[in-house]
Every structure is written in C-alpha cells, then in structure tokens.
C-alpha cells in the first residue's frame, strides 16, 4: 500500500495515461501475434513457391507448373501444336455402311424446270446408335413323355435358368459397371433395373465365375515377370484395402481385405508345394508385407526416385545431400528408362544395364557425413538382392508403374462409389473385376466372350466354363539373359554399334 500511495505521488497523470495505452497496444499485438500464429498453421509451415508442385514429390509430371529442365522460351509459349504445324484434318473412316444415295429433286425448286444429274459426291457422317432395352414375352412350352410321364421344358436361348435377364443384358452391364468404371445409378438407369436387381444379377454371374479364379492364379504364377500393388478402400464405411496382383496377361484384385501379408499369402497357399510355379519376379514397392512371399522381388526406382527427390528438398542448402540426390536420380532415372528405349539390342541394353548399376552401386557405397544420406545408402546396400534384376534380365522393368496403372480403376471406383456395403459386394467386385480386365488383356471382348460363355451354360450346364474363358497361354519364348551376354558383377561387354 505504501509503494502505491508512493507511485501515485510520483506518477503524474499524463504517464499514467501513456502507460496504459501502452498495455492496450500491446494486448493487440499478442491476438495479432497469435492470430497470425494460427493462420501460418493452416497454410502450412512454409510458404509453396509459384513453381513448386502441387503434391510435392508425388505429384505427376502433368501436375507441374514448368518443367524443371524446360527453357524460358518453352515457359513462355503456350499450349498448342508447333508453329508450322498443317494439322491432321479430318480422316475418313477406315470402315463404314454400304453407302446411302440420295436422289436430288427431279423438278427445279425455283423454275420447275426438269433438272439432270452432274455429279454424284460422297459425303462421311458420323452417327449415333442409342443403346436400348426391350422387354420380350416368350411362350415356353412344357411337354410330358406318355411312357414314363417325365416333363421337358423348353430352354429359353441366350437366358440363363431361374433368371430373368439375357444374358447380352447381364454381360454389357457388367462390363459397363466393373470394367468401364460407370456408377450403378448410371448402369441401372440407362439398363432399366433397379439397384437391388442388378446386385443380385451381378452377386450370382460373380457365383458361376468364380472357379474362373484359380486358373488365372496359375496363370498369374506361370508368367515370369509379376507386379503387386494396393490401395487404401473402404467396406460398410469401415477402412480396409484392397490388392493388385498383376501381368500384362492377368489381373487378381482382391477387394475389401486388410493390408496384412496373409492376404497374398492365403491366396497362394495351395499352390505352394509347386516350387517351380514360384521362379521369377514380382515388381513391388518397399512395403514389408512382399517379403513374406516365395517370389524374387524388384524393388521399384520411381519410389527410391521419390525418396531421393524429397531429401533434396528437405535439405536445400546442403551441397553434400544435393551432389548425392541428383547423381542418384540420374541414375535412377536412366534405368527407368533404358527398358523404353527403342531399337537397343540385347547386347547394347545389357551393357547400358550393367554401367548404370555400377554407377548406383559407386554413388550408394560411397562416404557420406550426413546421417540422411546414410539412410538411405541403407536402403541399397541392404536389398541389393532386390534391386537390380532388372540389369540381370530386360523383361524386368526397374518401376511399379504398370501395377500402378493397372489399379487406376479400382481407384476410381473408389473415389466414386465410397467403396462397397458388404463383404458379399467385395467378393462379388474381386470376382468381377479379374474376370473382365483379365479378359481384356488377353485380347478378347470381354462382353462378348462373357455373352458366349453364358450362352454355353445354358446349352449345357455342365460344360467347364473356365477352359473356354481363358484358354492355355503359349509360353513366351525364353529371352537372352545378361548371363548368356557375358556380363558378370556388372562388368561391361565391348558395345556393339549395330545392336
């Protein structure tokens, strides 16, 4: 009380005044400071610069605002064709109806003279045929043997038993849905039928097809270069996963499963006492669930790549971490793309092959200070028997990028569909789904191949249906290895100049 009293005295009022303006001012600048606070938490803790991409290291290269090597004369031009460039015009079909003639009018419009033909010209017109159903009553007639008293129906054609749907109705919606990608609101829509009808229609092609399974697991065993990948989806609103098991011949989706190494693993479970059925690679990421399996496994680049580029950019000023980042994706960039180059023989390629590893091999067992660096030098020191069958053998790409693409329609229907409802439903997509991009990949059509293996289930409903949608594959004829080239521990043959 008595300091009060004695700053009271000694204060006057115009310092006073001052003082709590003071401490207004600056409560303001501590909300403003905090406010500001939580505005740079939402923007994120750096702001993105006009030429970074959207996604960071994973963002596509059709994502990216310029081109990292492109020139400042390419960033000034727009889109477009090349100045110069004629066009393509307008092609004529390379197949088309029996051509249409159309009389002109016999009688002048203006005169009413009589008119005669100067020329005739052909005209090409695009046209559309909208898709229809039709509903059609059938009168199906029953007739009883007068020895035995045995009754025998008439079969319906193109109908399967107990169903009321044809069956190019039943295959063109189950393309239109599990293969082509559209909603079950739009398939229904434009079909006639409702939701519950077409799940039930779909639940029991998915029953007859699924024998269909274990020939294209031997089929997926057989060949010798494999990609695995998965996604993220959903079931009953519940977070599952969903499996890619791939080759340019075949397609396993295993829908609604959990991300667990059993999943691959129980699939191939009866198989595995055919040793042989297991040689060969499986392309993968570096998830850890792969390695539970009997295969060889290539570990993808374009994910190494990704790492490498996210460490440069986490270290930006660190010459160490940026001379080791950029060598390596050079590197890694030109082993991806030594396999798409085209007109490199077999010997040319194994040489170009064995340079790069050696160069990876060179950059990753060099001497590091930054612990990041070393951690990821780990990461090839450690798997250097996953990470270079590509170099060993040119069937083998050095990325996922096939895998990745080849589950690109399960992820839109994902995106648009919010997954499935039951475990039934995904069951019932799994089924599908192989059946008909497998189908597809084999060089079929799958709507109509699926309409005939129907149309034969019901001549003859004990007819082996799986024989008849995937036929035995020819095996592909062996290919050169860089063994039979002469290339050991990555030593370089002389190069040939014709390849």
Same mark, same amino acid.
């Given at each position: 009380?008595?300091?009060?009293?004695?700053?009271?005295?000694?204060?006057?009022?115009?310092?006073?005044?001052?003082?709590?303006?003071?401490?207004?001012?600056?409560?303001?600048?501590?909300?403003?400071?905090?406010? #500001?606070?939580?505005?740079?938490? &939402?923007?994120?803790? %750096?702001? $993105?610069?006009?030429?970074?991409?959207?996604?960071?290291? @994973?963002?596509?290269?059709?994502?990216?605002?310029?081109?990292?090597?492109?020139?400042?004369?390419?960033?000034?031009?727009?889109?477009?064709? &090349?100045?110069?460039?004629?066009?393509?015009?307008?092609?004529?079909?390379?197949?088309?109806?029996?051509?249409?003639?159309?009389?002109?009018?016999?009688?002048?419009?203006?005169?009413?003279?009589?008119?005669?033909?100067?020329?005739?010209?052909?005209?090409?017109?695009?046209?559309?045929?909208?898709?229809?159903?039709?509903?059609?009553?059938?009168?199906?007639?029953?007739?009883?043997?007068?020895?035995?008293?045995?009754?025998?129906?008439?079969?319906?054609?193109?109908?399967?038993?107990?169903?009321?749907?044809?069956?190019?109705?039943?295959?063109?919606?189950?393309?239109?849905?599990?293969?082509?990608?559209?909603?079950?609101?739009?398939?229904?829509?434009?079909?006639?039928?409702?939701?519950?009808?077409?799940?039930?229609?779909?639940?029991?092609?998915?029953?007859?097809?699924?024998?269909?399974?274990?020939?294209?697991?031997?089929?997926?065993?057989?060949?010798?270069?494999?990609?695995?990948?998965?996604?993220?989806?959903?079931?009953?609103?519940?977070? %599952?996963?969903?499996?890619?098991?791939?080759?340019?011949?075949?397609?396993?989706?295993?829908?609604?499963?959990?991300?667990?190494?059993?999943?691959?693993?129980?699939?191939?479970?009866?198989?595995?006492?055919?040793?042989?059925?297991?040689?060969?690679?499986?392309?993968?990421?570096?998830?850890?669930?792969?390695?539970?399996?009997?295969?060889?496994?290539?570990?993808?680049?374009?994910?190494?790549?990704?790492?490498?580029?996210?460490?440069?950019?986490?270290?930006?000023?660190?010459?160490?971490?940026?001379?080791?980042?950029?060598?390596? #994706? $050079?590197?890694?960039?030109?082993?991806?793309?030594?396999?798409?180059?085209?007109?490199?023989?077999?010997?040319?390629?194994?040489?170009?092959?064995?340079?790069?590893?050696?160069? #990876?091999? %060179?950059?990753?067992?060099?001497?590091?200070?930054?612990?990041?660096?070393?951690?990821?030098?780990?990461?090839?020191?450690?798997?250097?028997?996953?990470?270079?069958?590509?170099?060993?053998?040119?069937?083998?790409?050095?990325?996922?990028?096939?895998?990745?693409? @080849?589950?690109?329609?399960?992820?839109?229907?994902? &995106?648009?569909?919010?997954?499935?409802?039951?475990?039934?439903?995904?069951?019932?997509?799994?089924?599908?789904?192989?059946?008909?991009?497998?189908?597809?990949?084999?060089?079929?059509?799958?709507?109509?191949?699926?309409?005939?293996?129907?149309?034969?289930?019901?001549?003859?409903?004990?007819?082996?249906?799986?024989?008849?949608?995937?036929?035995?594959?020819?095996?592909?004829?062996?290919?050169? $290895?860089?063994?039979?080239?002469?290339?050991?521990?990555?030593?370089?043959?002389?190069?040939?100049?014709?390849?």
């Amino acid at each position: 009380m008595a300091l009060s009293r004695k700053l009271d005295v000694v204060m006057c009022s115009g310092c006073l005044s001052k003082m709590r303006e003071i401490d207004q001012l600056k409560r303001k600048l501590d909300k403003q400071a905090r406010r #500001i606070a939580v505005l740079e938490k &939402k923007l994120g803790e %750096r702001a $993105r610069s006009p030429h970074e991409s959207p996604f960071g290291a @994973s963002a596509s290269s059709a994502k990216e605002p310029f081109k990292t090597n492109a020139s400042d004369q390419d960033r000034e031009r727009k889109g477009g064709g &090349k100045p110069g460039h004629r066009g393509h015009g307008r092609k004529n079909p390379p197949r088309c109806e029996p051509a249409e003639k159309l009389a002109a009018p016999c009688l002048c419009p203006t005169c009413g003279g009589g008119t005669e033909s100067r020329k005739i010209e052909t005209r090409h017109v695009r046209d559309y045929i909208p898709e229809r159903t039709i509903d059609r009553h059938v009168l199906v007639e029953t007739r009883q043997c007068t020895h035995c008293g045995e009754l025998t129906e008439a079969k319906v054609p193109d109908v399967l038993p107990r169903n009321k749907y044809s069956n190019p109705f039943l295959a063109h919606a189950a393309c239109e849905h599990y293969l082509h990608g559209r909603t079950q609101g739009d398939v229904c829509g434009r079909f006639g039928i409702g939701l519950g009808a077409f799940n039930y229609a779909m639940q029991n092609l998915a029953d007859m097809l699924e024998p269909s399974i274990d020939r294209l697991v031997r089929q997926f065993l057989a060949d010798h270069v494999r990609f695995g990948d998965e996604t993220g989806y959903r079931e009953d609103g519940v977070g %599952r996963y969903a499996w890619l098991l791939s080759t340019p011949q075949v397609s396993l989706f295993l829908v609604g499963q959990s991300r667990a190494a059993r999943v691959p693993l129980e699939l191939f479970e009866p198989y595995r006492l055919a040793e042989s059925m297991f040689a060969g690679v499986l392309v993968v990421d570096r998830y850890a669930a792969y390695n539970c399996l009997h295969f060889e496994l290539q570990y993808c680049y374009a994910h190494l790549k990704r790492d490498a580029e996210k460490l440069e950019t986490l270290f930006p000023d660190d010459h160490e971490v940026k001379r080791f980042c950029r060598a390596l #994706i $050079r590197e890694l960039s030109a082993a991806m793309r030594l396999r798409r180059t085209e007109g490199l023989g077999d010997r040319r390629y194994y040489a170009k092959a064995a340079q790069i590893k050696a160069n #990876i091999i %060179r950059i990753c067992d060099s001497d590091a200070s930054h612990t990041s660096i070393q951690e990821l030098q780990n990461i090839f020191r450690k798997n250097a028997h996953r990470l270079y069958h590509w170099a060993r053998d040119r069937r083998v790409p050095a990325d996922n990028n096939y895998s990745e693409r @080849s589950l690109r329609p399960l992820v839109i229907a994902r &995106k648009i569909s919010f997954g499935t409802q039951s475990a039934r439903g995904s069951r019932t997509r799994s089924i599908l789904m192989s059946v008909l991009h497998s189908l597809q990949k084999q060089g079929y059509d799958p709507a109509a191949r699926l309409r005939d293996a129907m149309d034969i289930k019901v001549r003859n409903p004990n007819e082996d249906l799986v024989a008849f949608l995937f036929p035995p594959i020819p095996p592909a004829p062996p290919l050169r $290895r860089a063994s039979d080239e002469g290339i050991h521990a990555g030593i370089p043959i002389p190069m040939d100049p014709t390849g």
